[in-house]
């Protein structure tokens, strides 16, 4: 069965350092990628998807990701964090029809 | 953003109660999901409907029940819950389920925090 690995479960920047997420699953084939975000108190938002085409995505508020497929990794990466980027991060891998999470990576971005 | 909204937001319920999640989508899709939050823990992914009908049940006890009478509305019914069933229960929706290649992103609703005393 398909699963997620997110091997970082808190991430501590300050301001303006550079971020990257890892995020790794499990099984290959056709699959759809996504990054969802999650602010405190907030609901899950998504921040950007892979279906097909650029392995390069860019999504909403300068964050991208790259599909590897030969590693089985979706990393998500911003070359500056802010401290408004303070949330929790989730990597989720569509497959048969359901997404299947990773367990999230808590971001604290100190100001 | 008004897109899934769920109620109650909070619900604190004691282990012989009954009690029922709503959540509604205005976004005209025509699935919808129930996923499990916990701490530390990954969303699992709970129940599907597409269409109004149940497509998936992850192996959920029976004590959730859920109840889909439209596109538009998703309930979880719960009865005789355990402590370890709390948790943040979050619905989503979607145009359609997801396929290969097919980019149908899911939205998700800010969530009921469940407690079972």
């Known amino acids: 069965a398909q699963s997620v690995s997110q091997h970082n479960h808190h991430v501590i920047l300050s301001e303006a350092a550079s971020l990257e997420l890892g995020c790794n699953y499990s099984y290959g084939g056709t699959v759809n990628l996504f990054w969802y975000v999650q602010y405190p108190g907030q609901h899950l938002q998504l921040l950007l998807k892979y279906f097909s085409g650029d392995p390069l995505v860019k999504g909403i508020k300068g964050f991208e990701a790259e599909f590897i497929k030969s590693k089985f990794s979706f990393n998500l990466r911003k070359p500056s964090v802010q401290w408004s980027d303070t949330a929790e991060y989730f990597c989720a891998v569509a497959q048969g029809g359901k997404l299947i999470f990773g367990q999230g990576t808590e971001l604290s971005v100190k100001p | 953003e008004t897109g899934v909204t769920q109620t109650p937001r909070h619900l604190v319920m004691g282990m012989t109660n009954k009690k029922s999640l709503k959540c509604e989508q205005h976004l005209g899709h025509n699935a919808m999901y129930w996923y499990k939050q916990s701490a530390k823990k990954p969303l699992e992914l709970m129940f599907v409907?597409?269409?109004?009908?149940?497509?998936e049940n992850n192996s959920v006890p029976s004590r959730f029940s859920p109840e889909c009478p439209n596109s538009s509305h998703l309930f979880l019914h719960l009865h005789t819950l355990q402590p370890e069933d709390s948790a943040l229960y979050l619905c989503a929706s979607s145009q359609e389920i997801m396929g290969p290649g097919v980019p149908y992103e899911q939205y998700f609703g800010p969530g009921t925090r469940l407690t079972v005393t």
């Open positions: 409907y597409n269409f109004k009908e149940q497509t």
